[in-house]
T-cell receptor, first 114, second 112 residues
Framework: KQEVTQIPAALSVPEGENLVLNCSFT??????LQWFRQDPGKGLTSLLL?????REQTSGRLNASLDKSSGRSTLYIAASQPGDSATYLC?????????????FGAGTRLFVKA | DVKVTQSSRYLVKRTGEKVFLECVQD?????MFWYRQDPGLGLRLIYF???????EKGDIPEGYSVSREKKERFSLILESASTNQTSMYLC???????????FGQGTRLTVV
């Protein structure tokens, strides 16, 4: 059974620091992996989608990498800002499910101090 | 910009009431989903739909039903609301296949 783990559960950093959020999954048979951001009391905002044939994706200050064989993905945030404070979730799309049974991690709550 | 819109941000309903949560997407996506999110339990799939009038149960369908009469609209129905259905409800949509998912802003439902 596929499991997705995000460690740490919470992280506090000073403004301007570069940081890495981790996502690990137990079964490498995935099609895609997607990173989301969630602000308190709100829905999920898509940040990056990495297809299994890709190793990384970039959007602005965000860079996500994927290593399927080791079951790991990282989200790198450069020059963090207080506005980056949110919960970050990763989700995997297992092969053979048609994209209907997404498995989400519990998230990492990030706090960037001004 | 892609958009998934949920009809309410906050709802307060009484036990036993029939509750409708509405979700509309403007991306012509085939697939739509309803999740609930609870502290310590994460996101759990309630129902999904892969076409108009087609629906499939997710992991926790008990106490819920859904309706998809038009491609852009997916409704979640609580037949008789109970306090254990107090939660954040999230709607999502996605094109066919393993494509990027887009979520609505969420509905915080409180059943008293």
């Amino acid at each position: 059974k596929q499991e997705v783990t995000q460690i740490p559960a919470a992280l506090s950093v000073p403004e301007g620091e570069n940081l890495v959020l981790n996502c690990s999954f137990t079964d490498s048979a995935i099609y895609n992996l997607q990173w989301f951001r969630q602000d308190p009391g709100k829905g999920l905002t898509s940040l990056l989608l990495i297809q299994s044939s890709q190793r990384e994706q970039t959007s602005g200050r965000l860079n996500a990498s994927l290593d399927k064989s080791s079951g790991r993905s990282t989200l790198y945030i450069a020059a963090s800002q207080p506005g980056d404070s949110a919960t970050y979730l990763c989700a995997v799309y297992p092969l053979g499910t048609g994209g209907f049974k997404t498995i989400f991690g519990a998230g990492t709550r990030l706090f960037v101090k001004a | 910009d892609v958009k998934v819109t949920q009809s309410s941000r906050y709802l307060v309903k009484r036990t036993g009431e029939k509750v409708f949560l509405e979700c509309v997407q403007d991306m012509d996506h085939e697939n739509m989903f309803w999740y609930r999110q609870d502290p310590g339990l994460g996101l759990r799939l309630i129902y999904f739909s892969y076409d108009v009038k087609m629906k499939e149960k997710g992991d926790i369908p008990e106490g819920y039903s859904v309706s998809r009469e038009k491609k852009e609209r997916f409704s979640l129905i609580l037949e008789s609301a109970s306090t254990n259905q107090t939660s954040m409800y999230l709607c999502a949509s996605r094109a066919t296949g393993y494509t990027e998912a887009f979520f609505g802003q969420g509905t915080r439902l409180t059943v008293v």
